[in-house]
Nanobody
Framework: QVQLVESGGGLVQAGGSLRLSCVAS????????MGWFRQAPGKEREFVAS????????YYEDSVKGRFTISRDTAKNTVYLQMNSLKPEDTAVYYC?????????????????WGQGTQVTVSS
């Protein structure tokens, strides 16, 4: 069973930066596509970014393009989400997800494993 553990969330002022980490265990991390999703209070969970198993392909939700960067370190079984120029509307619980396929997209249904989430709060 694959386990995903996120960390790095917190409280930051608008314009600031945070880096989220997600460590995977119990599976073959190098073969999984990885994604980040977020859920704001009272809203549906939404796609943020994804990265292929090789790291060669990345995809972003339009509102985070140019501000967020997804990356992975296979040696550390870790996927990152670097978030810059944060806005109050980025406030949400951020979830890491793994897809057993090598390439994944924006649909939650494509992902097989989920972390417990980490809170990101951006103050204005």
């Amino acid at each position: 069973q694959v386990q995903l553990v996120e960390s790095g969330g917190g409280l930051v002022q608008a314009g600031g930066s945070l880096r989220l980490s997600c460590v995977a265990s119990g599976g073959t991390f190098s073969s999984y596509a990885m994604g980040w999703f977020r859920q704001a209070p009272g809203k549906e969970r939404e796609f943020v970014a994804s990265i292929s198993s090789s790291g060669g392909r990345t995809y972003y939700e339009d509102s985070v393009k140019g501000r967020f960067t997804i990356s992975r370190d296979t040696a550390k079984n870790t996927v990152y989400l670097q978030m810059n120029s944060l806005k109050p509307e980025d406030t949400a619980v951020y979830y890491c997800a793994a897809d057993r396929r090598s390439l994944s997209g924006s649909s939650e249904r494509q992902y097989d494993y989920w972390g417990q989430g980490t809170q990101v709060t951006v103050s204005s």
